[in-house]
């Protein structure tokens, strides 16, 4: 078994946590993540409600023995926090608070006995979530899926594992135990794996997306805003999101419409236009395989990379 603070903490047989995805990542796949021996997050997309993660907290403890964790973020609390009172009151183990100054929200996440974590994605951001309390940080590198900053996960794990005591968690491009180990060599807790999970059959989300991720490699993904202005989601300008590339992106990427007009050419439910987020890891995610099954082999995989000696 890999020991570090990850596993320690929270008593998890390997060091992965299953990472928060809104509109992906619901009570199925967190729960088969835990079932597997690592920690699922619940994502609780901008337009979740507290109903929902009732509902998907009881389904995630349920497949993973009790544990629970749920990924909010952060500046989406700003106008209204309901979705963290409901975290609150289920009591998670993990809460994590991502994309923002978490500040406002910390002490009363602790206070349910949760460990509170953010991922970041740059020295400025570690200084901003040390200063607000957080129990971990996640390194998010922009190869990650999903809104995500532009420092690449090896050069920010390096520069945040270099510049605080706090747990270290790497997320961004982890699909195989090479990769796990990697980070868990240089130092990080754990990984934080999100893509690799997304052909899993647990996942929610149209079908149309477990089979565009199987089919694309890790060239075929553009960091882009272009799917917020079209559905009117008001992320602050410094994340983009690592979507596929479709033949939305070819025509509108780096095009400068405006909202308005993204909107009236977007269609979600249309295969070759509806957004599909994932990270460069797309290339390592050749088939639609159970969740628990891609846990277990990543944590295996890099327990044996890391017993070999050199
Ligand atoms: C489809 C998708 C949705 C995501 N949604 C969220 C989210 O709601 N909250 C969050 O904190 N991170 C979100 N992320 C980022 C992940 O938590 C994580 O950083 C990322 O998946 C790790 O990189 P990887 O995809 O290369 O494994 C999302 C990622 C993906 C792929």
């Not at 990850?6 to 990472?19: D, H, K, S």
């Not at 993990?94 to 923002?100: P, R, T």
């Not at 129990?135 to 990650?144: I, L, S, Y």
């Not at 079908?207 to 079209?230: G, H, N």
């Amino acid at each position: 078994m890999i020991d570090t603070w990850l596993t320690r903490e929270l008593g998890l047989e390997v060091p992965i946590v299953g990472a928060p995805m809104g509109g992906r990542a619901g009570g199925r796949l967190a729960g088969e993540v835990t079932r597997a021996g690592g920690l699922g997050l619940l994502g609780a997309a901008r337009y979740a409600t507290p109903e929902w993660i009732a509902a998907e907290s009881a389904v995630a403890r349920e497949l993973g023995g009790g544990k629970l964790g749920v990924g909010l973020m952060t500046w989406s609390l700003y106008d209204d926090d309901a979705l963290l009172d409901a975290a609150i009151g289920e009591e998670p183990d993990v809460i994590s608070l991502s994309f923002g100054d978490p500040a406002p929200f910390v002490p009363r996440a602790k206070a349910c006995g949760a460990l509170v974590g953010s991922q970041i994605n740059t020295i400025e951001d570690l200084r901003v979530v040390e200063a607000a309390g957080v129990d971990f940080v996640v390194a998010q590198g922009t190869e990650a899926g999903g809104h995500t900053g532009r420092i690449g996960t090896l050069p920010l794990l390096q520069q945040i594992l270099e510049a605080t005591d706090l747990p270290v968690i790497a997320a961004g491009g982890i699909a195989t135990g090479r990769g796990l180990a990697a980070v868990i060599a240089a130092g990080a807790a754990g990984g934080w794996i999100g893509t690799a999970l997304l052909a899993s059959p647990e996942t929610t989300g149209p079908d149309f997306a477990r089979q565009r991720l199987v089919e694309a490699d890790s060239a075929d993904t553009v960091y882009t805003s272009i799917f917020d202005q079209a559905r009117d989601q008001p992320w602050p300008q410094r994340w983009g999101g690592r979507a596929l590339v479709n033949a939305y992106t070819e025509r509108w990427h780096g095009q400068g419409a405006d909202n308005a007009t993204l909107a009236a050419a977007y269609d979600p439910a249309d295969t070759t236009v509806g957004v599909v987020y994932a990270g460069e890891a797309a290339g390592l995610v050749t088939s639609v395989r159970p969740a628990g099954d891609v846990v277990r082999e990543i944590g295996a995989d890099a327990e044996r990379l890391l017993r070999r000696t050199y």
